[in-house]
């Protein structure tokens, strides 16, 4: 059994101008010891699977039908309490801006202690002492002094180690990183996502890491999943994903990448997906990535039913009616310039 | 014209392709209706500025009707009338003169939402001068400036209006909103000083800086616009305060001179009488607290329809 | 951090100057000179101290020296009407009382505001944030004076709780600060909301709930601290309107205070009476000021630590 399953998972969202199905039948599954990448731009409904796994909506989101199970249990059964037990000390997350996630105003020696003294029956000094050795470990220099500064003394790549920190803190089973170096700059990328691998492996935990960039998760994850319009359209291993993919979206997002050496060297220019995703305010009824699909016509099975995501081959899921191996067309052309 | 993927026929798909993609967050797509229609829609769903909107209205009509049509003399003293309760023949009573409420509340409404125009206005323009005076110029004398408006604020306006009007030696409409202005720009200036940086320091306004335009264009076509629902939400919100500065001047005594009446000199009037006939100190009061309610809500309402990044509460 | 203080004492002090000459050339615009137009026959003798005494023989800058010099002395002259009695003692006598009345209020306006617009925030959109917001509304609606007659018809003359005006014993002080304390309560509750709302929108909420912290520590230690800080910065509004309030509340009840005293003072011509009150009120809104613009970058440690 993995540590973590999420079954058919569908969360809207009420606005004014209706309910956005934010998430819309989303399954994934996180084994003990490994790192799941979820990828997608931005809109698709990692961010909100990752909330929902949390419980952290916001009161405009609820979890309209599906199953989180987390070690077994239920989440979606769960109330407020129970899940404040969990967070923190069995799943621990991190966000996206380092910049605004800590409290100006307290020290961050504070903000570490605080999940120690919630979860485990420490004392405050013992809490204290494990915090140092926390900092020591994300690799913050002068630990002891620095642990009663105030985050603005901190810079934005410190800031998100101390996020892990924090996250770290009670030993979690599962950690979920939210765009974890979106926010930061690129020298300091490579750092953060070492570090995570590095404590990831120390801990003996799960990851989910949650990011729109593929050269993020070609080096961090085990397995991905891709994402779109709220929906999952390929999933399989990291090493088969980026060796043979099949969905049209998947291709256009590893063609996106720079390359600049290696075997599938680009020449020419990148390419960029034209179009937008679907309003999911009312999904279409059809395939949703046809409109930008450069393999859909307009007479396709795929215009007028929604593709299932099915096993192409063992352990490689795909949604499309377009799968690479498939594929006998050459794309279709624009006729109209 | 709203991106409705159902009516995405592949033809147009292929047009859609070129024209590049506009991401959105949490699935929502951005509806590029224009930004007037969209503010109006937004304000119309909201109960409570729209009820404010219609009660703001009637109590205008009130102010501007009545006094034409009705078949009183609001200054015509008869004893024998006086303090009549109110009744169908005068739906809210006489007073100790015999002089018809109904239409003296209007006339009163007239002079203090004449003068809450007037002074909100002027206080507007004053606002807005010193705001872009100071943003405009910037440097160290927006900074003394700022720094000048940030320790005078909340000075209490009412020494300050009073001794204005006793500058001028009469209380009439004008010197009303002259007294009332100077008392209270400290406060109002530094709103609208702050709406100017914000504006000019508008990315939009860089943009259209970097492409060349010319100040004029930038002006109306970006400045202008937005200025002006700052505008018609701060008369909403200041509207209040002045009509009840007034209304406290005139119960006090310092108000306007009879035979002229605001509601605030109605309501001292009254207020001798409250044992006995309560309605003539009601009435006014009424009147007033009605004005303040319909401007905040119609404030509020037209706050949130002309930025819709304020949190939305559904 | 020391540096810091000091500047923003210093700054204080051309400030009140400006304020103190704005008042001078207000009172020196009121038709010339007070004296000689007044309704009152001031007596020769006194006439002859005034004019010495504000130098009313002298250019105006000389006026105004003396005159900032004698308020830095904190002697606010001597009153034109009352004969025998100076400024300073009409202050000494009559602002006590105001204080009393001002602090008693506000002291109410925060005890029931603040949680007021705490319970608003965490309920909002349900039932008790819309009574709240109803209170709120309709306190800020209603004129004070229209508040104080209800409060006095039903409590006082109708059902005799308490006096109709005076201000001695306990009982009559109830009324009068319920009355001045209504509009500074819903001010304090609607920014409280405000604030709230919206650091509950914040990141560093979302992260500490994400810690698992249980929600009323979640609301204690990173919401309301982060909320309370900024509402501080209200008081200059707050204590102007309460002046302001005052002075209606003071005519209404018949309470021998600073307010109701200038309004006597407008009327009866005295302007040195009332130039001194003026000042007075000002400066002491001034210092307010500048006390929350220190304690707020006392207790919000980025300002803190960065201006050293």
Known sequence: MALLEVDDLRTYFKTRAGEVHAVDGVSIAVERGKTLGIVGESGCGKSVTALSIMGLLPPSGRIVSGSIRFDGRELTRMSQRELEDIRGRQIAMIFQDPMTSLNPTLRIGTQIMETMQRHLDVSRDEARKRAIDLLEEVHIPNARQRLDDYPHRYSGGMRQRVMIAIALSCNPRLLIADEPTTALDVTVQAGILDLLEELREEHEMSMIIITHDMGVVAEAADDIAVMYAGQIVEQTSAEELFDHPEHPYTEALLGALPQLEGEGVRRGRLTAIPGRPPDLLDPPTACRFAPRCPYASFDDSCAKE???????????????????????????????? | MVVNPEEVEFRSRLVEREAGGETYAAGAAIRQASLWRDAVRRFTHNKAAVVSMVGFVVLLLYVVIVPWVSPYDPNNVDFSLAYQNPSLHHPFGTDEFGRDLFVRVALGGRISIGIGFAATFALMIVGILYGAISGFVGGWLDNALMRFLDALYGLPYLPFAIITLAIFGVVNFWTMVVALTVASWFTTARVMRGQIITLKENDYVRA????????????????????????????????????????????????INPPNASWGSLAQDGYSQYLSHPYLIVIPSIAIAWLILTAFFIADGLRDALDPRTTEHV | MLKFVVRRVLWTIPIILLVIFMTFWMMRAIKGSPFRKSERAVPPAVLANLNRKFGLNKPWYVQYERYVVDVAKADLGPSLVLRNQSVNDIVKEHFPVSAEL????????????????????????????????????????????????????????????????????ASSKVLPVIALALFPLTYFARLVRGQ?????????VRTAKAKGLRWRRVVVVHVLRNSLIPALTAAGPILGGLVTGSFIIENIFAIPGIGRYYVTSVQGRDYSTVMGITVLLSILIIVANMFVDIMYGILDPRTREARS
């Open chain 3, 196 to 204: 709230m709302l919206e650091t509950l929108q914040q990141d560093y």
């Open chain 1, 306 to 337: 929604p593709p299932e995501l099915r096993e192409i081959r063992p352990g490689h899921l795909v949604r499309t009616a377009h799968p690479a191996s498939e594929r006998a067309a050459r794309p279709v052309e624009a006729a109209v310039r």
């Open chain 3, 102 to 169: 001002g602090g008693l209020a506000m002291l109410l306006s925060m005890l029931v505001g603040i949680p007021l617009g705490i319970i608003s925030a965490l309920r909002v959109n349900r039932l008790p944030d819309y009574i709240a917001q109803f209170i709120s509304n309709l306190g800020f609606a209603i004129p004070s004076f229209f508040t104080a007659t209800l409060l006095i018809y039903f409590f006082a003359a109708k059902w005799g709780f308490f006096p109709t005006n005076g201000w001695d014993t």
């Open chain 2, 208 to 255: 259209a800086r970097a492409i060349g335009a010319r100040w004029y264009r930038i002006l109306f076509r970006h400045l202008l616009p937005n200025t002006l629902g700052v505008a018609i939400v701060f008369v909403f919100l200041e509207l209040p305060n002045v009509v009840l500065g007034e209304a406290f001047l005139s119960f006090l005594g310092l108000g």
